[in-house]
């Protein structure tokens, strides 16, 4: 089947749901022991298997099924720092796992919007949301150049392609500029624009050796200038 013949699914078929559920597993990311995600069990199997599958509908691979160095950054330094987000409207952009937005919500956070354009995403924000006990409001949207007066923007390891950085530098300087906490977390991706931020925090943080260079990532969260 070609990407042209494949069927159009509504992020809320069953059909998603049913997949993540089959190819993950109810546990905590090793850095924040906290919360708990459904996430891939067998990462390489399912990374290649969803590859081909997602394939034929013209879907991006399943991100939303790890939870990543900078995300588990990001989520760490909101647990610990809960001032940083308490009472205010956050955006989790690339929410992928709802890892961050979860973290935000468990913090105290108003209300958490978590956005990602993978339809995978949103039934793993709605699974992991409810195992984790808090409401995200989530959203399968493009907001990159939108401002929707959120207080803070969160974001994980957004910046490992120049396109996407070249998109978002600009855009979260813009927000930055009028008012929001931009705090991203990277583990040292390549498009980083190290020069226009401020340092919050660095931690070690485990990863899934088969996706990444090294078992454990140095991750730093950053703060836009």
């Known amino acids: 089947m070609t990407a042209a013949e494949a069927p159009v699914l509504e992020p809320g078929s069953d059909r998603f ?5 089959n190819n993950t597993a109810l546990q905590s990311p090793p850095h924040v022991p906290e919360i708990k995600l459904h996430l891939a069990d067998e990462a390489h199997d399912l990374w290649h298997r969803t590859e081909e599958e997602l394939a034929t509908l013209g879907l991006p691979p399943p991100f939303w099924a790890f939870a990543w160095a900078g995300g588990q950054g990001v989520a760490r ?4 720092h809960p001032a940083s987000v308490r009472d205010k409207n956050v955006l989790d952009f690339a929410s992928g796992s709802g890892l961050v937005g979860i973290a935000a919500a468990l913090a105290g956070a ?5 956005c990602d354009i993978d339809p995978f995403a949103l039934p793993a924000i709605a699974l992991n949301a409810a195992a984790n006990g808090v409401s995200l409001d989530a959203r399968r949207d493009d907001l990159i150049g939108s401002d929707g007066g959120w207080d803070v923007v969160l974001a994980g390891d957004v910046f490992y392609d120049k396109a996407f950085a070249d998109l ?6 813009s927000l930055a500029t009028r008012g929001a906490e931009v705090i991203v977390g990277d583990p040292g991706r390549s498009y980083f624009p190290k020069n226009l931020l401020h340092e919050l925090g660095v931690y070690t943080v485990p990863v ?11 991750t730093t969260v950053w703060r836009f200038a």
């Open 17 to 21: 749901r049913r997949f993540v559920l």
């Open 77 to 80: 330094y909101v647990l610990d």
């Open 110 to 114: 108003q209300h958490v919007v978590a």
């Open 168 to 173: 978002l530098i600009p855009w979260f300087t």
């Open 208 to 218: 899934t050796r088969v996706l990444e260079d090294a078992e454990v990532k140095r």
